[in-house]
């Protein structure tokens, strides 16, 4: 045979043979998460007891999600959160659920002075999310509430 045939052969065969040893190489892209269903339930505290903030929302991932921060600002604000202030945001608990989503909550105790502060009224929850595989995603009005007068 000639080597015109022989070495297009062996090369033919060295790819088959790897393709059959670890299957075809696909190259994936990393796709952000994705919050739905976003909720947030404010309780003012009233008498003795302490008020809260409820957050829950549902974040699908192909890799898994690693984390939810949940900051709380007032909608009047017109600057956007810094990646200084989100590190010191909450964090939420998310659990994987059987569908392939993640359940994420977070539960807040708001004091009375939170709830006397002078900047009552509507607020947002920011929102950032990180996947296991490291794509994030960042919503700056993931849910919004009120805090009453």
């Known amino acids: 045979m000639s080597k015109r045939v022989v070495v297009p052969s062996l090369i ?3 790819v ?8 075809p190489a696909v190259a994936s892209t990393a796709t952000e998460p994705s919050p739905a269903d976003a909720s947030a339930r404010c309780v003012t505290p009233s008498g003795g007891s302490a008020g ?6 549902d974040v699908r991932d192909d ?11 007032p909608a009047r604000s017109h600057l956007a959160p810094t990646g200084a ?13 059987p569908d ?10 708001m ?22 595989d490291g794509s994030t995603v ?3 009005r993931a849910a919004t509430f009120d805090v009453g007068r």
């Open 52 to 57: 809260s903030l409820a957050f829950t929302a």
């Open 16 to 23: 088959l043979g790897a393709v059959a040893a670890d299957g």
């Open 85 to 97: 202030v989100l590190r010191h945001a909450d964090d939420a608990t998310c659990r994987s659920t």
């Open 12 to 14: 033919g065969v060295a």
């Open 111 to 132: 004091t009375r002075q939170e709830a006397a502060e002078p900047d009552r009224g509507a607020r947002y929850v920011a929102v950032p999310a990180v996947a296991e």
């Open 138 to 140: 960042f919503l700056p």
């Open 63 to 73: 890799s898994g999600v690693r984390g939810l921060k949940v900051l709380a600002r």
């Open 100 to 109: 392939g989503t993640s359940r994420c909550a977070c539960a807040l105790k």
